[in-house]
């Protein structure tokens, strides 16, 4: 059995909150008019879907999420590698699928984890095995690395930002984009970047900033990717920032399985589902869904390379 045939890590099947979670597969939505690039999805990641201890077709197959995401305009992925078993995976799976590109990195709450088990030693070796999967054709950007105030508390901070700054070093030593994982920590991020001198592609993983922060990151050509979080009721501030973005600047994306589009959030997210976040974003741009899509597909290939 070939090593892509079963997912690396799994989803729990239950929310932070601790309540169920409805693990129905939302319905295709309607085809974009014209195709997008998923930027950034886990494809390892098992969603939770009922059976998922064992049971045939549990998860949500690489050939599977291609097919259905390709039948609505979906017909590139971006597969984000974020530790070493997936980095490996996502590496691996670009090499067996034409639509598929991988980011490799060690994220922001991984180096910690890895240096408070093994130490300096076994960390020193982490970053060694990133950089060298990171140097493979397929595997187009790094990340995704940055820094995470929310999970990772201050004994960890050090790490992390040693990391981060390990990671810029490496995309600019390759010339590959870096991909950032921002979660509470958006002044450190910013900060790190500029002391470090960014690379000449930076993105924001799903952003989660203001309408300020927005014109700051794009005034200096960073590229901002938007999630399924666009198109919730509470965040308004999303929406302003896709208004206030130039529109060669903003990328789209699932996260998948997570941050599940309005109106099945919740559930578990896929490829196929991003027509949900590009509408909601063509309607903040004031932009018909046609040039909406075009600019994303642009935008995807700019920063990745064509595939």
């Known amino acids: 059995m070939s ?13 932070e909150s601790g309540h169920s979670r409805d693990l129905q597969r939302p319905p295709l939505p309607e085809p974009l008019p014209s195709p997008v690039i998923d930027t950034h999805c886990h494809l390892d990641i098992n969603d939770g879907w009922p059976g998922d201890e064992g049971d045939e077709g549990a998860w949500l197959t690489v050939s599977d999420a291609l097919e259905r995401a390709a039948s609505v305009g979906v017909m590139r992925i971006v597969q984000v590698g974020c530790d070493l078993p997936s980095a490996r995976w996502s590496a691996d799976c670009a090499d067996q699928h034409d639509a598929i590109i991988a980011t490799v990195a060690l994220h922001p709450n991984e180096a910690p984890r890895i240096f408070n088990e093994g130490g300096r030693v076994a960390l020193e ?8 999967l990171a140097e493979r054709p397929r595997v187009r950007a790094i990340g995704e690395t940055g820094m995470d105030f929310f999970r990772t508390g201050e004994e960890g901070r050090a790490i992390q930002e040693e990391s981060f700054r ?7 030593r390759l010339g ?4 950032i994982h921002d979660r509470d920590s958006h002044e450190a991020v910013i900060e790190i970047l500029e002391s470090e001198g960014a690379p000449e592609n930076v993105v924001f993983h799903c952003y989660s900033g203001d309408a300020a922060m927005a014109r700051y990151c794009t005034e200096r050509g960073w590229y901002l ?8 009721k509470n965040a308004q501030a999303l929406r302003d ?13 699932t ?11 919740g559930r578990p997210n896929a490829s196929y589902l991003i027509p949900h976040t590009v509408r909601v974003m063509s309607q903040s741009a004031d932009v018909d869904e046609a040039t909406m899509s075009q600019a ?12």
């Open 241 to 253: 920032s896709v208004a206030v973005a130039p529109l060669d600047r903003i990328l789209v994306e």
């Open 3 to 15: 090593s892509l045939d079963k997912p690396v890590r799994t989803r729990a099947s239950v929310q």
């Open 296 to 307: 994303l597909w642009d935008n995807a290939q700019s920063v990745f390379g064509a595939w």
């Open 225 to 232: 990717s938007f999630a399924g979080t666009v198109t919730f």
């Open 166 to 172: 390990r990671h810029i070093d490496l995309a600019k």
């Open 125 to 132: 070796a982490a970053l060694d095995e990133i950089a060298s």
């Open 255 to 265: 996260d998948a399985p997570y941050l599940t589009p309005t109106p099945f959030r």
């Open 176 to 179: 590959k984009p870096v991909v």
